[in-house]
């Protein structure tokens, strides 16, 4: 099983690049990032005993294959330098520049995450996943490479190990590489992925294939042979190439119920011609001598998948009484049917985006999501089981723009895939020239025609549980939120014009434009709008934003600073939970970021527009500032429950969580909220509680660390 990597050189590299790399400088970048970590890598090994430089040298020569740029060349061979050398990031754009500071800060992270496929894990990946497609895609596509060659050198790690790598690469990476449509990739990620982690099933495929190899290779020969003599008799120039399917493609048939015996198309045969006519021509030419399977013929090149692959499929019954599977394609596309969006790499030109980005149109889910704020398990469920899944189908508009949707989509999910105004404008829905309720289930093939109406209040509140897709649903929720953020506003609005007429003051006087941008300015607001949604919600009482627009009361923040220096006697309000001293009537609140608690070293904090926020005196918010902190301290006579937040960590058990709640709930200490946070060693539990006061928290903190598995407890400084 042991193989000697291919122990290329950088003329090797540079050769390489030169076929397509023209301008000297970029080849020299290439050259001084290789220089670069040969030096940092210099005296380290790999597992395989190989230098470790192989590998990125390796890893680069695979993305020569897909045409990648200088700059992504640079990155692959400087990948490794910040987890494995003592180089630093700073170090990297000093040498190299922002540009490849960045891919290099970027393959780096994802290549510090654990790529278990528990859930936890599976999340943080995906968001990091999620980070490089937002940003770059040429990350995604370094850490494709990258994954290459560790696959084939994956015999140098223990047995265990290998089949937890080959486990994630086909959860994780095969479908990253079918969505960018690097088949080659794809494929050679497939069958090793499946050689380490089913070596029983793997051989077994292999075996029966060499057993029928010779006769195989007969039929082909024969095949191949007569249907370029009926290309050649009618003048279409080619070059023919017979393949069998991959192992891992007939352990998928295998899998859906099929016998060995019964995967029909396992020969193939791929032609290739110099134009789109000539693809009909010779498609023609070879039904006319061998009779089709029906319901087997596929036009992509009519209606190309979402991913830019464009290619005839036809099943034909040939020599020797064999079915063949025949490919006819033109040269540039089956560039685009090995290389996907990597065929068509350009450089990025005067801040425009490339080629290549601009045709990620099947991770635009994915970015949707991001964009949307999908959050744990809806994020991870819908990246696997609607943007990574095999189990797509294709759904044509009339005028046969092809769209890619998860199987199980509706018609709505269609229409938000089309445009979202679409969606929000959508009346009704014909598919394949038939009326279909909302509800109908979409099928590969269909051609969908959603009709619109302008005048549409907009989607239904049922359409949520009707879609499929979590991108579709968060759409109409979002048009829901926006309509009721709206009637807020109007409510706020509404709320200080009635405040200005009660008064007898002139509208326009107060609402003055200079007015308006000052009081915004002050509490930190953007727009106008924000300003009564801020009053709609109550976060703003009325009368005190028309106090700060008259400014008659003079409160704002610099006059606050004045008082409290103006005032000398001790104690002039001692209602609330703190009293505060020289200050008798701004509002008090509690700082998020420390959630002090009665009893804990309190001071005040004048904030801008928010009267005083009570902080620790630790604080780090806080513990740099001197000229707006004034004293404050607890009212002994409160007797209310405060917020606050502390972290647990433990060690990587199961159901620990179910046991930390048990007790603190048993302490009569409440739960506001939890947020679990996965690390590969630990776990840590961030837990929002309310308590009465320190002595309290103290005790339960005291008693929660004395759980089994739990190895520290600590408050939370946000």
Not at 64 to 72: F, S
Not at 221 to 241: G, Q, R
Request: with cysteine.
């Amino acid at each position: 099983m042991k193989q000697k990597e291919k122990a290329y050189s950088i003329d090797d590299l540079l050769n390489k690049a030169k076929t397509y790399i023209k301008k000297q400088d970029e080849l020299d970048l290439i050259k001084n990032a290789y220089l670069f970590a040969s030096k940092a890598h210099a005296g380290q090994l790999r597992l395989t005993g190989d230098e470790y430089m192989l590998h990125p040298l390796n890893v680069a020569m695979i993305l020569t294959e897909v045409y990648a740029d200088a700059q992504t060349l640079a990155t692959a061979l400087l990948h490794d330098v910040i987890n494995f050398t003592n180089t630093t990031i700073d170090m990297v754009e000093k040498e190299f520049g922002k540009e490849i500071k960045d891919l290099v800060d970027g393959i780096t992270k994802i290549n510090k995450l654990s790529l278990s496929t528990d859930n936890e894990a599976l999340i943080s990946y995906h968001k990091k996943i999620l980070v490089g497609l937002s940003g770059d895609v040429r990350i995604i596509i370094l850490k494709v490479a990258d994954r290459l060659h560790n696959m084939r050198t994956l015999w140098a790690i223990p047995a265990e190990k290998r089949k937890e790598k080959a486990k994630e690469t086909l959860e994780i990476l095969v479908p990253i590489a079918h969505g960018l449509g690097i088949n080659h990739i794809k494929s050679e990620l497939e069958d090793l992925s499946l050689k380490y982690y089913k070596p029983d099933v793997y051989n077994d495929i292999l075996e029966k294939l060499s057993q029928s190899r010779g006769e195989l290779d007969q039929s082909v020969n024969k095949m191949m042979k007569s249907v370029s003599k009926i290309l050649n008799d009618n003048n279409i120039p080619h070059e023919a190439k017979g393949r069998s399917k991959s192992v891992y493609s007939i352990y998928n048939k295998l899998q859906k119920g099929k016998t060995f015996n019964q995967i029909y198309d396992i020969l193939a045969l791929r032609y290739f011609v110099n134009t789109e006519a000539e693809c009909y021509l010779a498609l023609g030419a070879i039904h006319a001598k061998f009779k089709p399977v029906p319901k087997r013929f596929k036009d992509y090149i009519a209606r190309p998948k979402p991913n830019g692959y464009q290619s005839l499929h036809t099943t034909v019954f040939g020599v020797d009484g064999k079915l063949f599977e025949i490919q006819i394609r033109t040269y540039e596309m089956d560039k685009v049917a090995e290389y996907g969006f990597a065929s068509h790499w350009s450089y990025k030109e005067h801040g425009k985006s490339s080629d290549l980005e601009k045709k990620l149109l099947a991770f635009r889910s994915v970015i949707e999501l991001n964009e949307q704020q999908v959050e744990g398990e809806d994020f991870v469920n819908t990246v696997k089981n609607e943007v990574f899944t095999s189990d797509h189908i294709y759904v044509y508009t009339p005028k046969g723009d092809v769209f890619e949707l998860p199987v199980g989509s509706t018609p709505i999910d269609f229409a938000y895939r089309v445009h979202t105004s679409v969606g929000h404008q959508m009346v009704g829905a014909i598919v394949n020239d038939n009326i279909v309720p909302l509800d109908y289930k979409l099928k590969d093939g269909d051609i969908v025609k959603i009709n619109t109406n302008k005048n549409s209040k907009g989607p239904s509140q049922e359409w949520i549980n009707i879609a499929f897709t979590t991108s579709a649903k968060n759409k109409i929720k979002s048009f829901f939120a926006k309509n009721d953020k709206q009637q807020t506003t109007l409510t706020g609005k509404d709320m200080l014009l009635k405040l200005i007429r009660r008064k007898k003051l002139s509208i326009n006087e107060v609402l003055d434009d200079k007015k308006i941008k000052s009081v915004l300015n002050e509490l930190n607001l953007s727009s106008e709008n924000d300003l009564y949604y801020e009053i709609g919600i109550g976060k703003h009482n009325p009368t005190s934003i028309l106090k700060l627009l008259t400014n008659n009361e003079k409160e704002n923040n610099d006059n606050s600073l004045d008082k409290v220096l103006k005032y000398s006697s001790k104690v002039l309000e001692a209602n609330g939970d703190v009293i505060i001293d020289g200050m008798s009537d701004l509002k008090v609140s509690f700082g998020g970021c420390c959630m002090p608690v009665k009893g804990d070293d309190i001071v005040g904090y004048i904030s801008k527009g928010n009267g005083i926020t009570i902080h620790l005196k630790t604080c780090h918010n806080i513990c740099d500032l001197n000229e707006r902190i004034i004293n404050v301290s607890w009212n002994p006579l409160s007797n209310k429950k405060y917020v606050t937040n502390v972290i647990i960590y433990t060690e990587k058990k199961d159901n620990i969580l179910l046991d930390i709640i048990s007790k603190t709930t048993s302490m009569n200490v409440g739960v506001k909220s939890v947020n679990t946070i996965s690390n590969v060693d630990y776990n840590a539990y961030d837990l929002e509680i309310l308590v009465e006061d320190k002595e309290k928290l103290d005790n339960y903190m005291n008693i929660i660390g004395q759980i089994e598995y739990v190895t520290s407890v600590e408050r939370g400084n946000k």
